[in-house]
């Protein structure tokens, strides 16, 4: 069983930058194809990036690209993603996912493996 636990939430102001981490343990971190989601309230939760476990070939919402980057080192069983020139509409819960695939999938349904979450607020 895998054991997910993000950090790195807040409050920022629109422009500003945040990176969240995602530690997990309780399984070989490196056979994990990871992704970030969110929620924000009143709506469905939506992938916002992933990285493949093989490869670390990575793959982004469109309203994240430019924005945000996903990164892993294998060595801390950790998971990132920075956010830059964060915007309001960026509010959410932000959730880490993992799952043993070489699959990078952008579903709810492809993931096995889910964080607590921590909640990111970008005020104007």
């Known amino acids: 069983q895998v054991r997910l636990v993000e950090s790195g939430g807040g409050l920022v102001q629109a422009g500003g930058s945040l990176r969240l981490s995602c530690v997990a343990s309780g399984g070989t971190f490196s056979s994990y194809t990871m992704g970030w989601f969110r929620q924000a309230p009143g709506k469905e939760r939506e992938f916002v990036a992933g990285?493949?476990?093989?490869?670390?070939?990575?793959y982004y919402a469109d309203s994240v690209k430019g924005r945000f980057t996903i990164s892993r080192d294998n060595a801390k069983n950790t998971v990132y993603l920075q956010m830059n020139s964060l915007k309001p509409e960026d509010t959410a819960v932000y959730y880490c996912?993992?799952?043993?695939?070489?699959?990078?999938?952008?579903?709810?349904?492809?993931?096995?493996?889910w964080g607590q979450g921590t909640q990111v607020t970008v005020s104007e």
């Open positions: 996912a993992a799952v043993s695939s070489i699959v990078l999938f952008t579903t709810v349904k492809g993931y096995d493996y």
């Open positions: 990285i493949r476990r093989i490869g670390r070939d990575t």
